[in-house]
C-alpha cells in the first residue's frame, strides 16, 4: 500500500524552495507529503483502487496497455519508429458538478467564436464598434478573404473545437488556446477509454463514468445538418491528407465509426460547381466534406498552388453552397493568441455575459508600454508566437538559456504583432506513473466540442495531455506528452429532471421485459446425443457410453463418473 | 459418408461457431458492464445467464465474475465456452479419419491450451483468443477442403448455430437501456458494427439494426443469411427432382421461419422480439433434432444380452 505513491512529495518539496508559487495537485490536497494518503474527493475511489496495487502490478498492466496500442495500430512516428501512443494507468477524475460549469464554459466560448467568425466574414460589426482592431484582423495569417461569403446551410462554421484549459496554481479552469480550425486528439479520448476498461477493469467498479462513445454519432449529426439545403440522405465524408499524416489514425477512427468515406485529395474532383468523388459506380456527389487538411492545401486554385492534398474548384464549390466544408475555411483568424486576448470583450459584446471561464493573464506586444515591460521581464514570463498551436515555437522564459532570450528579444522587437506574453503558470500535476515511482505531473486538458446549429454538445471528458519530464510546463505529444483517460463521474444533472419520466420508464420497462423472458422460459443449447452434459443424459446412454468405453479401454468398467474422468485425464496427457 | 461421421462434422461446425459467438456476446457485454454506468449488474448478469440457457440461481447478487466463471470457463456447464471447446475437440477424435489433419490439430491445440482460470483484465484477451481459434478453424475448412458432403454437415452445423446464436444476441435486446447504445452493443457483439454504419449511414436505430442482423442478405451472420445457407446445404446434400414441395422435415422448418422473419414487418417482430427470437432458437433446434432423425439415425444400439430363452 505504501509502495504505489512512496516519494511522491519528493519533487514538489524541492521546487518550492525556489520561490514560485507550487502547482494545485489535483488529487492530493496537500501533495508535499513524502506519501499523501489524504485525497481530494474526486479522486477517493480510484485511490483505495490504485492503493491496492504494487508498482510492478501497474508497471505490468501499463505494459499492457502499451501492447494492446501496438496490436491496434494506435501508435506514432518517433524517430522512424513505430511507437505506442503512451497513456498513463492512473485516470483523470472530474466530478460532474465542476464539469457542469465547465461545459457552459466551453458552450459559451463555442458560440462566441461562431458570432465572431460569422461577423468578420461578413458585416464587420465590431470592427466598427470599435471592440477589436480592423488591423489585427486583416493583419492576421488565417485571416482568408477568399472564406468571405461562404456560409453553411445551417450557418455554423465550428462543426468541432478543441478548447484547450489549464487549471492554474488555485485550481481554477482557465483557457489556454482555441483551436477551431481540424482540433486532433478526439480518437485518442475513444481509444483511451476502451483499452483502460479491457485493461484496468478494476478502477471502473462503483465509478459512474460518462461514456464516450457517442462522439462519432453526435459528429455525424452535426455533419449531416450542416449539408447544403435541399439534400435529404447527405453523402458526408471525411478528407485526410493521406497514410503519411501523424492523425491518419484518427481520420480512419472517425469514418470508420461514422460509417462514412475516407477520402483523399485524390479521390475528388470538382465539376459543374459540384464536388464529386470517384468510385466504382462512376462519379458520387459529395456534400459535406469533413476536412482534416489545412485551409492552405485545400484548394489549389485559391491558395497554394502546389497542393496536391486538395481537389481544384472546392472553394467555388462551397460558395456556390453545393458543398458544405467543415470545420469552415477562415476559421483560423480565430484561432489567432492575439484575438484570444479580445474573447473576454467579444464574449460580452456578442452574447452580452461574462466569460464563465477566464482567459490566462496576456499582454499584448503591439502596445509599447506592454512591448517595454515584457522585454524587461523575459526571463520570467512565456513568450508564444501567435498562429502556432501546441506549443510551436514556444518560449518559456525561466527554463531558456541567455542566448535564446536575445534572439527571442530581436523577434519581439521586428515583429511586437507576431508574438503575446503570458506569466508563468503552473499547470495542475496529477499523479503519473514515470521511471522514478508514482510523480506529479503537469496536464492540461482539451475538452471537444461538436456544434449542430441548435445545440453545442461538450462531450463528457476530453483528452488530458501529461508533460512527463519532470517540471516541463509544455504538455504536447510531439513534444514527448503521455495522455491520461478523462473520466467525468457522476449521474448527468439532467437524468433526474426533465428525461427522467422517460430514463426511469423506460429502465423499469425493460425489467418488466426481463421478466417476461423469463416467463417465456430459457432455450437450452442443443447438444450432440454424445455430448450430452452428464447430469441429464438418461440411464440408457449412459450404459451406451460405458460400453464404449469398455470397448475401447477394457480396464475401465467402472461407473459411469469414473469412464468420464478417465476421458478426461486421457485428453490431458 | 457413414452417419455417425456426418454427425461429428455437423456438431464440430456447431460448436465451433458456439464458442465463437459465446465470445462475443460475453466480451461486449462484460465491457459493456465496465463502461456503461447505468447497467444495473446484478440484473444484466441475470438475463445473460438466462439468455445463454443456463440456469439462474434464485438468490444472491450475480457479479460479471459469477458469469465469466459459467459462461466461460465451467468445464461442466453445457453452455460455456470451455464446453464447447473440449466438444469440437471430442467429435473431432471421433471422426479422426475423416476430419483433416490441419483441423484436428487446430482443434485438439485449442482444447489444450484452453486456460482454466483468466485473471479479470485478461478477460478481452482471453475471448480474442477464442475468436482466433474458431476463425482459424472455419478458415482452414473453407480453405481447404473440397465441398463434398463432409463439408456440406460442417456447413450446416455452423449456420444453424449461428442462427441460433444471433437469435440469442437479438434477444438479449432487453438487457439494457430502451435507446441507441444497446443497438450498438448487439451490432459489436457479431462484428457488424462497422459493415452496419457503411451500409445504413447513420447512427444505429432500432428498426435498422434489427433488420440488418435478421434479414440482410449479405451480412453471413444475420439470421436469414444462415437459415437460407442452412437450407441450400440441405439440398445439396439431397437434391430433389420433385415438382413441387419439400419432403424433409428440417428444410420444412428452416423455410418457415426464413418465410416468417422475411415477410413479416420488421415492426411485428421488433415489438414482440423475445418470443420471435424463441421461435427461431425452437427452429434452430427443431430443424438439428430433424436432421439427426434423417441423417444420423441412432437406430437400437445392438448390445450383447445373453441368450434369451
Redesign the interface.
Known sequence: MVDLFTGYGATTKSRKRTGSASAWDEMFPDPSSLTPTETRAAYKDVYGALARMTQEELRG?TA?LASSYLAQGVTFDFAGEERPFPLDAVPRVIEQPEWVTVEAGIKQRVLALEAFLADIYGPQAAVHDGVIPASLISSSNHFHRQAAGIVSANNVRIQVSGIDLIRDEKGAWRVLEDNVRVPSGVSYVISN??VM??????L??S?????V??YP?KL??ALRASAPAGVD?PN?VVLTPGVFNSAYFEHTLLA?????ELVEGRDLFCSGGRVWMRTTAGPTRVDVIYRRVDDEFLDPLQFRADSQLGSPGMLMAARLGNVTIANAVGNGVADDKLVYTYLPDLIRYYLGEDAIIPNVDTWRLEDPLALEEVLDRLDELVVKPVDGSGGKGLVVGPAASKAELATLRKQLLRDPRGWIAQPVVQLSTIPTLVEDGMRPRHADLRPFAVNDGTDVWVLPGGLTRVALPEGELVVNSSQGGGSKDTWVIGLEPDFYHESSAR?IQ??V???A??T???A??????????????LG?SDQQEQ??QQ?QQQGRQPVSAGAPAASKSSAQED??C | MLSRIA??L??IG??IE?SDGTARILDVHL?LL?????IEEN?AC??LL???????PDEGELTRKDVLATLAMDR????SIA?SI??A???AR?AREIVPTELWECLNTT??RMPRKVA??K??DYFAWVRERAALAVGIVEAGASRDDAWHFFTLGRSLEQA?MTA?LL?TR????????SW?TILRSCGAY?S????????PSARNAAEYLLMDRLFPRSIVFSVSRAEQCLRDLEPRTDRAGVTGQAQRVLGQIRSQLEYRPIMDILNDL??QM?RV??A??TA?EAI?NRYFP?GN?P?WTGEAS
Open positions: 498492466r499492457a477509454r476502451r476498461a479491457q485493461t484496468l477493469p478494476e471502473f467498479v465509478m459512474r463514468v460518462r461514456p462513445g457517442d454519432n455525424l449529426q440522405d458526408v470508420r465509426l461514422m460509417g462514412v430514463n423506460g429502465l420497462a425493460d425489467q421485459a426481463n417476461q423472458a423469463t417465456a422460459g430459457t432455450h437450452p443449447v442443443d447438444h450432440s446425443p454424445q455430448d450430452k452434459p441429464n450404459q451406451q460400453q485428453r490431458e | 454427425e461429428s455437423f456438431w456447431r460448436y458456439r465491457q465496465l463502461e456503461d454506468p447505468w440484473l441475470r438475463s438466462q439468455l445463454m440457457g443456463s440456469p439462474v461442466t456447464h453445457p453452455a464446453y473440449t466438444s475437440r471430442e467429435n471421433r482444447s489444450a479479470s483484465e478477460t478481452h441460433d440469442r434477444a432487453s438487457l439494457t437501456e430502451a435507446s441507441g447504445p450498438t462497422e452496419y454504419l457503411r451500409t445504413y449511414r447513420g447512427v423475445p418470443l424463441m432458437q425452437d434452430t433446434s438439428s439427426g441412432k444400439v448390445t
